[in-house]
């Protein structure tokens, strides 16, 4: 669907509509009077500014069918209308035409147009990049507007947002969909580069302007020429660098370290950081005038804790990320999901990222359960499945370890050296030998009843069945 800046002005002209037409054009406005049969293939594939609907003989009584065929159209009424129940009729133009409320509609009718706009299918190369920005919340919808309506211009962006947000997908989209798509995209990291060589990164350097300078290289800002230089965590350059780089911005201009030859820069710059710059400013610590430089058009990335409702899409493409890579596919339980949900998610995206990787290699085409998940990730109470051993399997494992391979030294006198003429009841003794081992595992470990199973050379659940069997408890 496109969208077009006019006005449209259903029905014939008349001194009313005339009046009308005047004073829009007067506020800046392209204004155009289509017949009412006309309006509806007008607004099929097209979405206007406005529609306006004067009161007539015939337009009352077609103006609720007509509103609901075309709910992405804001209209506008002008006169007495009975019926407007319809969410996309914006307002009536009440008469004597003024100057405030007829800027005030045009100003709902291009808010309406934007809280519309996820209903406006968009190119195949749009689509395809928008995909690395999952999800269906508000935040991230708001931010892929602002990507649309930036990556035209050339104007320089400043994305803020925590680690782990996306701001270099972020940047990649802009450049991908502005007129600079074909040149190339160039990222710098400045916190990773040492303070003494950033310049050199940056501008280049000429052959002996410094010790190990055995050649001219070209710097980053060459390197992007007719394309977008991304300088992610620009909070961290050094003060004598932002000094170098506002003049670039300033003047398109730059020298290579040791040289005197200007070279003219045609390069779009997109800025992200995690750090709060205006605080920085009032520290001493970042320029307040590169800041302004920067700040033309700021998006700021929403954390994963602020878009919650999003954590279920971005499993799925992050799932289907690493299965495409070969490492493997996991799926969760709609309990695990929850649980997931409820994390504060302090490393955003990458952190979930991660969680992926080592649950694929954990659980290699395995189902991910609440208490399959690092301790930190559960946030649901969930009761841990254990598989029911008969007494007799019990029993088994019990003996087993007693005549392991492993001595076992029994400084208890209770147990007879040889086997006495009247014989014993070997099932209790066995019990009270389990009984009495249980205990000192459990003395030795503070009662803490996992390390006590590990020292038993059993499985928790195991003993947690022999403990229950006996009669036993931690205290």
């Known amino acids: 669907m496109q969208t077009d800046q006019r006005i449209l002005l259903v029905g014939s002209q008349s001194e009313r509509t005339n009046r009308l037409s005047c004073v829009f054009e007067f506020l800046g406005e392209k204004v155009e009077f289509i017949d009412v049969d006309k309006l509806e293939h007008y607004t099929k594939l097209t979405r206007f500014r406005a529609v306006v609907i004067p009161a007539a003989t015939q337009l009352p009584a077609l103006l609720p069918s007509l509103a609901t065929k075309i709910?992405?159209?804001?209209?506008?009424?002008?006169?007495?209308?009975?019926?407007?129940?319809?969410?996309?009729?914006?307002?009536?133009?009440e008469e004597p035409l003024n100057y405030p409320q007829l800027t005030e509609l045009l100003h709902f009718c291009q808010v309406f147009g934007q809280m519309k706009r996820p209903e406006v299918p968009t190119s195949a190369n749009q689509t395809?990049?928008?995909?690395?920005?999952?999800?269906?919340?508000?935040?991230?919808?708001?931010?892929?507007?602002?990507?649309?309506?930036?990556?035209?211009?050339?104007?320089?962006?400043?994305?803020?947002?925590?680690?782990?947000?996306?701001k270099e997908v972020v940047a990649r989209n802009i450049h991908y969909l502005s007129g600079r798509?074909?040149?190339?995209?160039?990222?710098?990291?400045?916190?990773?580069?040492?303070?003494?060589?950033?310049?050199?990164?940056?501008?280049?350097?000429?052959k002996g302007s410094f010790t190990g300078a055995i050649s001219t290289r070209k710097g980053r800002f060459e390197l992007a020429e007719k394309g977008t230089l991304f300088l992610d965590e620009?909070?961290?350059?050094?003060?004598?660098?932002?000094?170098?780089?506002?003049r670039v911005l300033q003047e398109k201009v730059f020298e290579r370290v040791g040289g005197s030859k200007s070279i003219v820069s045609d390069v779009r710059v997109v800025a992200a950081t995690h750090r709060n710059l205006e605080a920085m400013i009032e520290a001493g610590d970042f320029r307040e005038d590169l800041y302004y430089r920067l700040n033309v058009f700021p998006i700021e990335m929403p954390a994963l804790c602020e878009r919650k409702e999003d954590i279920p899409l971005l499993l799925q493409e992050l799932v289907s990320r690493v299965f495409n890579e070969g490492r493997g596919r996991v799926?969760?339980?709609?309990?695990?999901?929850?649980?997931?949900?409820?994390?504060?998610?302090?490393?955003?995206?990458?952190?979930?990222?991660?969680?992926i990787e080592r649950l694929t290699i954990l659980y290699p085409g395995g189902l991910v359960d609440v208490n399959d998940l690092p301790v930190k990730y559960r946030h649901i109470d969930v009761p841990e499945y254990c598989v029911e051993v008969s007494?007799?399997?019990?029993?088994?494992?019990?003996?087993?370890?007693?005549?392991?391979?492993?001595?076992?030294?029994?400084?208890?006198?209770?147990?007879?050296?040889?086997?006495?003429?009247?014989?014993?009841?070997?099932?209790?003794?066995?019990a009270e030998l389990e009984i009495d081992m249980i205990r000192q595992a459990l003395d030795q470990q503070d009662n803490v009843v996992a390390r006590a199973a590990e020292m038993l050379g059993i499985r928790r659940t195991t003993l947690v069945e022999k403990m229950r069997k006996y009669g036993l408890s931690k205290d």
């Open 71 to 93: 709910p992405w159209q804001p209209i506008l009424l002008l006169g007495q209308f009975e019926e407007r129940k319809a969410s996309n009729i914006l307002g009536c133009i």
């Open 128 to 166: 395809k990049l928008f995909r690395s920005l999952v999800g269906r919340s508000e935040g991230i919808a708001g931010v892929r507007y602002l990507i649309n309506q930036v990556a035209g211009s050339d104007a320089t962006v400043l994305i803020l947002g925590q680690s782990g947000t996306g």
């Open 181 to 206: 798509r074909s040149g190339p995209f160039i990222p710098v990291n400045c916190g990773a580069i040492p303070p003494e060589l950033l310049e050199s990164e940056l501008f280049g350097h000429e």
């Open 234 to 246: 620009i909070g961290d350059m050094p003060l004598q660098m932002q000094v170098k780089l506002l």
């Open 331 to 355: 799926r969760f339980t709609q309990r695990a999901i929850e649980s997931l949900k409820e994390h504060g998610w302090s490393g955003n995206v990458r952190e979930l990222s991660n969680l």
């Open 391 to 430: 007494e007799e399997q019990l029993e088994r494992d019990a003996l087993a370890s007693i005549f392991s391979d492993e001595p076992i030294d029994i400084p208890d006198t209770r147990f007879p050296s040889e086997l006495p003429a009247e014989g014993v009841n070997l099932k209790d003794m066995l």
